[in-house]
């Protein structure tokens, strides 16, 4: 039985020696186990690793040829004492075969065999990367002491609580002390903050993002006085996650300030004075967005400043060859010289989609040389056309007037050599007439007729004189049928219109219109002389009507041929003055820009109605006479 026990607790030793030989060879620390005397029993491969030497050649090595002198002492100490339940630690360089050098931590413990015999048990750690980083740590250290101090922004570290811990010079240079030790003395909320309420606003900021970025305080310099301060701070935490303090960085932003507030004035100044143009002011960056937009640019085109500005490209106001060609001139020095543009007539698209005539003056905007913008200014010219379209008809109608003077005095001498010679023809063959009438000669019905053609000659004569009296326009009531059939008058028998039906529509209870008799009169024949030279060889139909609009406010006029009609591209043209269609020395193209201005000047409108091979319509509209108008 005791023979079994024995071989039992043999066989547990040794599966126990081999656990343990297999945990110290997984071990990346090397183990070494010496004898009393330093000489290596054990080694394992990791031991091998770190000395340079194969576990052959350590196991009976003098463990004192390895290491350092003081680390053999330090071991014979503790040999000495027997300090089994110790451990000690000590750094030391081992040399290995090859030269090189390694910083190793060794830490040994001794452990009593018997009375005679000590076993040492050696562990080895190399820490020679551990060394490399202290001292690159070290100079980093260094290195970012010597940046933090260095730094042009104030930096600082402080506690939770506001005590200050560190801070560059330039924060003292910022707040005005001279004394570090002075600064960090003082309590941030109390004597930095002008605000006690942004510190609690920066904190609560701060711990919900973990961070502060650009927050504007207002901070107390030594003397007193006050200092705008762009903070951007950070928390810093224990091990445990616990908020103990804040680090950062503060701008002095007083320069900015002055400087922004300057700006703004000087904007402010400019905006006003843009805004507060006449002319139409649009500026657009080199990629054509509108990037301004003032307030008479408003009111020209019908677009708000928020419609246009950052969403609207420049050719949404005139078309992209139009914008290319104002580029090019800008580019040249032909056109008041590069980067300027002195006078353009273009015409702006507003929001209506409705033309306006303007002037450009426009520049580009440098920057450094490189181009930014190009501004122009419009200058809205239908106020201007408008007037240089009245004086032109106010010269078309002393034209006219002048006209209607000469065939005054014409007339006047007509009158006076035919008048005379017509009243004797007319005596003469009435005398006839009356003797022949009694004898029942059948040459009286050609006696009648000299008669009656020279009462016809008779009346022309007197009418030519009325239609040419007057130079000065007479506004009065006029009776619209009565004017048009005095015009036909003059017209029907003429050789232009032996071929041409000519058609009547008036409405006999249309009310009088305010108006000069004479020149609607005029604006009347000239209607009818045009639809019948728009008719080929002088044969068609020309219809006039007359009669009340659905409104019953305006009386209207139309004039229709069955003539060739007006081209779509010129119906736009053809109330310009000295616009013609007709063969050089056959038209002055004045007659439908007077009419066009007499109708004007009668409150009135004319719209034209055409196509091309078909005919054309021309519809006057007039106010009703009223008393107001009587009154005038």
């Not at 502060?212 to 091990?239: A, D, F, M």
């Not at 990037?291 to 009111?299: D, G, M, P, T, V």
């Amino acid at each position: 039985m005791a023979k079994e026990t024995k071989s039992f607790k043999g066989e547990v030793s040794n599966q126990r020696a081999e656990m343990l030989l297999d945990i110290a060879e997984m071990d990346f620390s090397g183990v070494l186990v010496l004898d009393q005397d330093f000489y290596i029993e054990f080694a394992n491969r990791a031991s091998a690793e770190i000395t340079g030497y194969p576990v052959a050649k350590l196991i009976g090595m003098d463990f004192a040829l390895l290491v350092e002198d003081q680390v053999k002492r330090a071991l014979e100490g503790v040999c000495m004492k027997l300090n089994s339940s110790g451990r000690m630690c000590i750094g030391s360089k081992i040399v290995t075969p090859q030269g090189l050098e390694r910083d190793t931590e060794i830490c040994f413990s001794v452990k009593k065999i018997s009375e005679e015999k000590l076993r040492i048990y050696i562990y080895l750690r190399d820490i020679s990367n551990q060394k490399k980083f202290e001292i690159n740590f070290k100079k980093s250290e260094e290195k970012y002491r010597n940046l933090f101090e260095r730094v042009q922004q104030g930096l600082y570290i402080s506690t939770k609580e506001g005590q200050l811990f560190d801070c560059n010079t330039a924060f003292l240079e910022i707040l005005g002390y001279e004394s570090k030790e002075e600064f960090l003395r003082m309590d941030v909320v109390r004597d930095l903050y002008v605000d006690p309420g942004q510190r609690k606003e920066f904190q609560e900021l701060i711990g919900k993002d973990g961070y502060v970025r650009n927050y504007e305080v207002k901070l107390k310099k030594k003397n007193g006085e006050e200092i705008p301060i762009l903070l951007t701070s950070h928390l810093i935490k224990n091990e445990k996650e616990e908020v103990v303090g804040y680090q950062g960085m503060c701008i002095d932003i007083s320069e900015r300030i002055s400087m922004e507030q300057r700006l703004r004035e000087e904007r402010s100044f400019l905006s006003n004075l843009l805004e507060s143009s006449v002319d139409c002011i649009v500026v657009a960056n080199m990629k054509g967005k509108v990037i301004f937009f003032n307030r008479a640019s408003e009111k020209l085109t019908g677009y708000k400043e928020e419609e246009v500005v950052g969403k609207v490209h420049i050719t949404r106001f005139y078309p992209l060859e139009v914008a290319k060609d104002i580029m090019k001139r800008l580019r040249s020095d032909d056109y008041g010289g590069k980067g300027k543009l002195e006078h353009l007539r273009v015409n702006f698209l507003g929001k209506d989609g409705i033309e306006i005539p303007v002037n450009i003056s426009a520049s580009i905007v440098y920057e450094g040389g490189k181009e930014i913008a190009s501004l122009g200014i419009f200058t809205d010219l239908r106020e201007k056309i408008k007037m240089e379209k009245e004086l032109q008809n106010t010269q078309m109608r002393l034209l006219q007037s002048e006209k209607m003077a000469s065939l005054g005095s014409l007339a006047a001498g007509v009158a006076h050599e035919i008048n005379n010679p017509l009243g004797g023809i007319l005596i003469y063959a009435s005398l006839l007439m009356e003797d022949f009438e009694e004898s029942n000669d059948p040459r009286v019905a050609d006696l009648k007729k000299i008669v009656e053609e020279g009462t016809r000659c008779k009346d022309i004569v007197k009418s030519l004189l009325e239609f040419g009296r007057q130079t000065e326009s007479r506004f009065g009531p006029v009776d619209i049928n009565q004017a048009i059939n005095d015009g036909l008058f003059f017209l029907e028998n003429q050789a232009l219109f032996h071929n041409i039906k000519i058609l009547k529509h008036l409405d006999p209870s249309i009310p009088l219109v305010q108006g000069d008799a004479n020149q609607l009169k005029q604006v009347f024949m000239n209607m009818m002389v045009n639809g019948a030279e728009a008719m080929p060889e002088m044969e068609g139909t020309l219809t006039i009507a007359t009669g009340v609009s659905p409104d019953e406010c305006l009386i209207y006029i139309i004039f229709q041929d069955t003539g060739t009609g007006i081209a779509p591209e010129i119906q736009s043209k053809i109330f310009d003055p000295f616009f013609t269609t007709k063969e050089v020395g056959k038209g002055t193209g004045l007659g439908l820009s007077t009419s066009y201005g007499i109708i004007q000047s009668h409150h009135g409108n004319i719209l034209v109605k055409s196509e091309v091979q078909k005919g054309t319509a021309f519809t006057i509209f007039l106010p009703m006479a009223t008393e107001e108008n009587d009154e005038k």
